[in-house]
């Protein structure tokens, strides 16, 4: 089994329309990310979470919101989908203790389209 | 200006072939480097850390230029498996401790 999984893989939305997407991991590890993916841009970083009680905003928050529900789960918000979020999105986690938590494990992506 | 560049390709070339990729990055407090692939449609997963004195694994080698704010990855004896895109990611100093990711050099090794 995975250790980073991410639902739904793949979501076509309309503009306006709230999503969330999820993520969930096996790997004990403390510290969780989203970032999105475009051609030609890399990834880039939305927003990250060292514990449950810590959010901390990336390079490109707005437009987007995140709950840590637990230290095993962490989910994106889109309150109202616009086209321009139509990306690939990838869950990623790592482990301070591991190497000051240098390694990230990413999950397999979701792949959303806002029409 | 972008804080991490990369040539995004793509690079083709043979099996057998040794071909290197440069990735330079803005903030000279940049503390970590690593060498990231991404297969085609999958997830980024670390190849290999980049250290000063630069380093191998395998059919790969690993270079830091810290003066010239430059890090290159070298594959020799190129395999069909290693086609995937090459992301640099760099690490800068703070308490948060972000990766910065290059948008990637696209690799196709040919038969």
């Known amino acids: 089994d995975a250790d980073v999984t991410q639902t739904p893989r793949n979501r076509i939305t309309k503009t306006g329309k709230r999503i969330m997407l999820e993520c969930s991991q096996t790997?004990?590890?403390?510290?969780m990310y989203w970032y999105r993916q475009d051609p030609g841009l890399g990834l880039r970083l939305i927003y990250y979470s060292f514990d449950v009680k810590d959010i901390n905003k990336g390079e490109i928050s707005d437009g987007y919101s995140v709950s840590r529900q637990a230290q095993a789960k962490f989910s994106l918000s889109l309150e109202s989908a616009i086209p321009n979020q139509t990306a690939l999105y990838f869950c990623?986690?790592?482990?301070?203790?591991?190497?000051?938590?240098?390694?990230?494990?990413f999950g397999p992506g979701t792949r959303l389209t806002v029409l | 200006r972008k804080e991490v560049e990369q040539d995004p390709g793509p690079f083709n070339v043979p099996e057998g072939a040794t071909v290197a990729f440069n990735c330079t990055y803005s903030n000279s407090a940049s503390q970590s480097f690593f060498w990231y692939r991404q297969d085609c449609r999958k997830e980024p997963k670390l190849l290999m850390s980049?250290?000063?004195s630069g380093n191998e694994d395998g059919r790969f080698t690993a270079q830091l230029n810290r003066a010239s704010q430059y890090i290159s990855l070298l594959i020799r004896d190129s395999k069909l498996s290693d086609s995937a895109t090459y992301l640099c990611?760099?690490?800068?100093?703070?308490?948060?401790?972000?990766?910065?990711f290059g948008s990637g050099t696209q690799l196709t090794v040919l038969p």
């Open positions: 990623a986690t790592s482990d301070q203790n591991r190497d000051s938590g240098k390694e990230q494990f």
């Open positions: 980049v250290y000063s």
């Open positions: 790997k004990g590890h403390d510290r």
């Open positions: 990611v760099v690490i800068s100093s703070g308490s948060a401790r972000q990766l910065t």
